[in-house]
C-alpha cells in the first residue's frame, strides 16, 4: 500500500509537471512577438483605389472644358464653322451642349464623392482614424467646388446679357472651376497615394509600438484626457476596439499554426 501511493505522487506530480511546462510554453512562446505583430498587420492592408478615380476625373474635366471652349467659340461665337456644327449639332443650341455636360460632370463628381466616402469609412473602420481626420474636408471639397461652378453657370444664364456675352461669360466660369478644382483634386491624390505607398500600422497599432520602444513616451489616449471632445474620445475607443479584434484574430491564427506543427 506504501509503495504506491509515491508512484502514484510521483506519476501525479510528473503530470501536474508536464502540463505546467506545457501552459507555460503557451504563454511564454514566441506567440505575439510584436515585430511579428506589426509585420502581419501590415500584410493585411488594404489600399484606397480612390487615386485613380481621382485622375480619371481630373482628365475627363480637362477634356470637357477643352471641348466646351471649342464649341463656344466655333459654333456660338461662330468664327467660321457655322455648317460643321450645324451638321454636327443639328437644332441644338451650343449653349445647351455645355450645360448639358456640366450636368454630367456633376454627376460624376458626386458619385466620386460617394465612392471616397464609403472607402475612407472603411478605412477608418480598419483603424486609420488620422488619416481620416486629415481627409475629413479634402474628400467633399471637389463636390463643393462644382457645386459652386453649376451656382455661377446658373446665375450667367439668368442674367439678361447678349448670347456672345453669355457664352464668353459661361467659358469663364468653366475655365475658373477647373483652376480651382483641379488642384483640389490632383491634391487628394498625392495625399492618398502617399497613404497607400507608406502602408501604415493601424493609430493605435502605432502608438502601442511607440510606446514600447520609447521611454520618455506618453500613454496612448484611448480614453479622457482634460480638453478632448466627446466625439474624439469615442472615435479613439472604437479605434482601439478595433484594433483589439485584429489582434485577436492574429493571435488565434498563430495558436492555430503552433497545434497544427506539434
Known amino acids: 500500500m506504501d509503495s504506491k501511493g509515491p508512484s502514484l505522487y510521483a506519476a501525479g506530480t510528473s503530470v501536474d509537471v508536464t502540463r505546467s511546462i506545457d ?5 511564454d512562446g514566441p506567440l505575439i512577438s ?24 481630373s482628365l475627363l474635366h480637362i477634356v470637357y472644358v477643352v471641348l466646351s471652349v ?4 466655333l459654333c456660338v461665337l461662330k468664327f467660321g464653322q457655322e455648317e460643321v456644327c450645324m451638321n454636327i449639332l443639328g437644332n441644338v443650341r451650343g449653349e445647351s451642349v455645355i450645360v448639358f455636360g456640366k450636368v454630367g ?10 465612392c471616397v466616402q464609403h472607402h475612407h469609412s472603411r478605412a477608418r473602420s480598419r483603424g486609420y ?44 466660369v468653366l475655365g475658373l472651376e477647373l483652376l480651382v478644382g483641379l488642384p483640389c483634386l ?20 502605432q502608438e502601442e509600438h511607440s510606446h514600447n520602444y520609447s521611454i520618455t513616451s506618453l500613454p496612448t489616449e484611448t480614453g479622457f484626457r482634460e480638453g478632448s471632445s466627446l466625439e474624439e474620445v469615442v472615435e479613439k ?4 476596439i478595433e484594433y483589439l479584434k485584429q489582434h485577436n484574430t492574429l493571435l488565434s491564427k498563430r495558436l492555430l499554426n503552433l497545434t497544427a506543427q506539434h
Open 23 to 27: 501552459e507555460d510554453s503557451l504563454v
Open 129 to 172: 482614424l488620422r488619416f481620416y481626420r486629415q481627409t475629413q474636408g479634402l474628400k467633399t471639397l471637389p463636390l463643393s467646388v462644382y457645386s459652386t461652378g453649376n451656382v455661377l453657370l446658373l446665375i450667367v444664364l439668368a442674367a439678361p446679357l447678349a448670347r456672345k456675352v453669355q457664352v464668353i461669360m459661361l467659358l469663364s
Open 237 to 240: 475607443q472604437a479605434d482601439l
Open 34 to 57: 510584436a515585430d511579428a505583430l506589426h509585420s502581419a498587420i501590415r500584410r493585411e492592408f488594404q489600399t484606397l483605389p480612390t487615386p485613380c478615380h481621382a485622375s480619371l476625373l
Open 70 to 73: 471649342c464649341l463656344g467659340v
Open 105 to 114: 460632370l456633376w454627376a460624376l463628381v458626386f458619385l466620386f464623392t460617394k
Open 186 to 205: 490632383i491634391y487628394y491624390t498625392v495625399q492618398v497615394t502617399r497613404f497607400n505607398r507608406e502602408r501604415a500600422a493601424p493609430d493605435v497599432s
